[in-house]
């Protein structure tokens, strides 16, 4: 990690392509979200951190139009996410934005092939021989060239995990958004995934990533984000957020898991 | 999914993931007909008919053929009804099938007034009772059509199709309401997050994830159907029972009765049990794969 990009402000030097401006979301009487603006650079890794139930999944769910915002504004590259009304819309965004769950949802009547290559087949129209041969380049990069024909149900939770990262990507987004997609592996599977996405990183994706992988976050962010309660308490680069919080609430955050 | 988490649980969680399977399972048959059929009722069924025959045999006048001479003389008419009842069977399952998952799929449209009257006539159908359908479809719809100056008649027998075709129609729409709401949301969140639009979800992700969820249910269905198409005999369509009333007093031996309703059920019995065993095991199979 070059130590220029790690404490680069995001939008400073670079085109921002990710940009929320006081974003409010609500279930019912309870207030989800409560005013949460940033910016992700082009090429940039933001982590937001933060305890459970502070809104980072639905942030992230708002980011791609899965959940609407009750006011503020989105913005991904040209589209205004807010503004977005019919179907045909929300799909043009989601084809720039791709999203990794916790819990991989693949497809499970369809084998880990054939998951990479139905997004690109029917929703781009691209030509169903080269879709093959970049979904069989994706595996391969993921490392599971030879689980092509595996069923979801046959493969590791990490394995799992890594095919539905692949299958984003052959999207060819502008933005993967990572849901804590470790949370649901146990440690040894863990690496393998971390691995796929800190390739992907540095290729330059830009990645915006609700993670619990503290070390993770550090090494590879551009920034951290703090969230708790529905606002960004803190954000910075990780070593100045990790080494020197300035909140009493990140302090204790912080204190608590390291 | 099931056996991974079944591997991964603590030991300590087994009793309560027990106790919870169970609980679920009871749920799910509330929710859908279910027919248990199993090897003791061939059994009870079996004793009926030789309690039957041997009624008959001490009831039989001297002149009389023997019970079973009489029930072999009758087989081969009865065979024929039973054929005509499969036919039913099988035409009115195929129709309501077809009906059914497009009224399935009216359910969740996000059209409020497609979505809403989907759900009245799927819950009118499946309400009322068999029997008064029957009677509807007989008695309201006419014995022929003119169409283009050609009269077409309509046959009894299709308007009993048709009669036992509306309330399959109303059971497959909601195992198909219920299989698609089956699936988790998250799958849709997925395909969501991959620019499917709503129909590719429904056709190419959800609905083939619902086939084999489906077709216990579906099964169990056509058993039912199978059995309940004799109620075409009380509008007076040539099947198995009619033929059976026919027989009954073509000979008029009060005393056969028994033995020849217990026959009657014996084919039925005969027909629908290898169905229901393989409904069983297909269920404990999908069980296991899901």
């Known amino acids: 990690m070059n130590p220029g990009s790690s404490s680069a402000v995001p939008g400073s030097n670079r085109e921002t392509i990710v940009e929320l401006h006081d974003v409010h979301q609500s279930f019912g009487d309870v207030e989800v979200l409560r005013g949460i603006s940033f910016g992700v650079a082009k090429g940039g890794v933001a982590c937001i951190i933060g305890p459970s139930g502070s809104g980072k999944s639905t942030l992230l769910r708002c980011i791609n139009g899965l959940v609407p915002i009750k006011s503020g504004s989105i913005r991904v590259a040209d589209f205004d996410v807010h503004a977005l009304e019919t179907d045909q819309q929300k799909i043009a965004l989601r084809k720039e934005v791709s999203m990794v769950f916790q819990q991989y949802n693949l497809f499970p009547h369809k084998t880990a092939l054939d998951n990479v290559m139905m997004a690109p087949i029917h929703v781009l129209r691209e030509n169903p021989k080269e879709v093959r041969e970049r979904a069989l380049a994706l595996l391969a990069k993921v490392g599971l060239a030879t689980k092509c024909d595996a069923y979801p149900g046959e493969l590791s939770g990490g394995q799992q995990q890594r095919v539905a990262i692949a299958r984003s990507l052959a999207m060819r987004p502008e933005v993967m958004l990572f849901d804590e997609v470790t949370a649901a592996l146990d440690p040894e599977t863990v690496k393998e995934v971390l691995n796929t996405i800190r390739e992907l990183a540095r290729e330059g994706m830009t990645c915006i990533l609700v993670t619990h992988e503290m070390r993770f976050a550090r090494e590879l962010a551009d920034e951290v984000l703090f969230t708790d309660g529905g606002l960004i308490v803190e954000a910075g680069a990780p070593a100045e957020l990790f080494d020197r919080p300035q909140r009493e609430r990140t302090r204790a955050f912080l204190s608590q898991i390291l | ?290």
């Open chain 2, 1 to 290: 999914m099931s056996s991974e988490v079944r591997s991964r649980a603590l030991p300590v969680l087994l009793p309560s993931a027990e106790r919870l399977r169970d609980a679920a399972l009871r749920e799910r048959e509330i929710g859908t007909p279910t027919w248990r059929l199993d090897w003791s009722h061939g059994i009870a069924l079996l004793t009926a008919f030789a309690l039957g025959c041997g009624i008959a045999q001490a009831q039989a006048q001297p002149a009389d053929s023997s019970i079973f001479a009489t029930i072999w003389k009758w087989t081969p008419l009865l065979a024929r009804g039973f054929v005509f009842n499969l036919a039913i069977s099988f035409m009115a399952m195929a129709l309501g099938t077809l009906a059914g998952v497009f009224l399935g799929f009216a359910q969740i449209s996000l059209l409020r007034p497609v979505k809403r009257s989907a759900f009245l006539a799927t819950h009118f159908f499946r309400n009322a009772p068999w029997l008064v359908l029957l009677f509807y479809c007989m008695f309201l719809l006419p014995f022929q059509v003119t169409l283009f100056g050609v009269t077409v008649p309509i046959p009894d027998w299709t308007k009993a199709t048709l009669g036992l075709a509306l309330p399959v129609m109303a059971n497959v729409s909601e195992v198909v309401r219920g299989a698609i709401q089956s699936i988790p949301t998250t799958q849709w969140e997925a395909a969501a997050s991959l620019a499917f639009n709503r129909r590719q979800t429904l056709w190419m992700i959800i609905f083939p994830q619902c086939i084999k969820r489906m077709l216990p249910p579906w099964m169990n269905l056509y058993a039912i159907l199978t059995m309940a198409t004799v109620l075409a005999s009380i509008v007076g369509v040539n099947e198995m029972m009619t033929l059976t009333q026919r027989a009954l007093s073509a000979e008029s031996r009060p005393g056969l009765l028994l033995a020849f309703y217990s026959y009657v059920l014996l084919w039925f019995f005969a027909y629908c049990y290898p169905i229901a065993r393989w409904t069983v095991r297909l269920e404990a199979r999908y069980a296991v794969n899901q």
